[in-house]
């Protein structure tokens, strides 16, 4: 039997790119998760402060993967029915939630730390929206 993903090979580059976004989504949850539970660099000390000061490089680097990611995809997601949109939601969500990380460090607000654990939740549905979508495309 001919799969979809044999006729198809744009549809094949942008599951495997769509597979990598949750994975980073995944990774970028548990090492946010472990600077909310350790704290903040100036909130804790001594083996503390460096464990958070690694993890939210960790983070960064993550959200930094993210927000190439997200581009990229956009280009294979091209002219495949139902993906493009889907794609374009997953960067201006990654992008946002990236705006939430850098104004949670610079005024450590509570609410903006709350929009990027939303703006996660968000980003894992809309990814895994468009791969179910690449299931259906023809
Ligand atoms: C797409 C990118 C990002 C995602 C999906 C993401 C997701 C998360 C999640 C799920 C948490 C744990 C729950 C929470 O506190 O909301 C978190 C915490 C955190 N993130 Fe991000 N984040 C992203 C980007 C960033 C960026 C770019 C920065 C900094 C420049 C950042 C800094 C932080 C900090 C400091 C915390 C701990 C907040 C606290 O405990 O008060 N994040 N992130």
């Known amino acids: 039997m001919t799969s979809n993903v044999q006729t198809r090979p744009g549809v094949e580059e942008v599951r495997r790119q769509a597979i990598g976004m949750e994975a980073m989504l995944a990774a970028a949850f548990l090492a946010g998760m472990g600077i909310t539970l350790i704290g903040l660099p100036d909130e804790v000390e001594g083996a503390a402060r460096t464990s958070s000061q690694v993890l939210i490089g960790l983070h960064v680097l993550i959200a930094l993967g993210l927000a190439v990611a997200s581009l990229r995809i956009l ?17 201006v ?44 495309t023809p």
Do not use: E, K
């Open 93 to 136: 969500t990654i992008w946002l939630t990236i705006v939430a990380g850098i104004v949670t460090m610079a005024t450590d607000n509570s609410w903006l730390s709350y929009l990027m654990a939303v703006g996660f939740i968000a980003a894992v549905l809309v990814y895994g929206r468009l791969l179910l979508a690449l299931n259906r």
């Open 75 to 91: 280009g294979p997601a091209r002219g495949l029915a139902g993906a493009r949109p889907l794609t374009v939601a997953g960067a």
